[in-house]
């Protein structure tokens, strides 16, 4: 199972941010084909994620991903705003904000996370 494991605290950020690296993807508005990324660190207000396809700040999309805070995976699901994007060794990192979700959803990620200050 993968486990999170936290990141440094950044006194602008309002939530610890954790390692984690999974699978996911991303719909923005307007488009049928989903970008595929990888996440590179989790929080309870957004994600990094790292991808190949540059992506406009500002602008809001969907992402869904598997989430296995106890070793069996869950989907996931969120309306996120992107933040920005870097370029950096041949990948795109984006951060994005959590803008909207379920209340199942925000109890599964923080059930996540949740994992991540246990170890």
Known sequence: MTRPSPLPHDERRG????????RGRLLLPGRKDFIEF???????GGVGIVHDQLLP???QARIGMMLMPDGVPE????EVRIQHSTFGAMVLRTGLQFVDMSPE?????????????RM
């Open 75 to 78: 989907p996931f699901e969120a």
């Open 105 to 117: 959803h925000q109890a599964l990620l923080k059930r996540m996370l949740d994992v991540g200050t």
């Open 57 to 59: 700040a500002g602008a």
């Open 15 to 22: 939530t610890p941010r954790f390692k984690l690296v999974i």
């Open 38 to 44: 990888r996440t590179s660190d989790l929080s309870m």
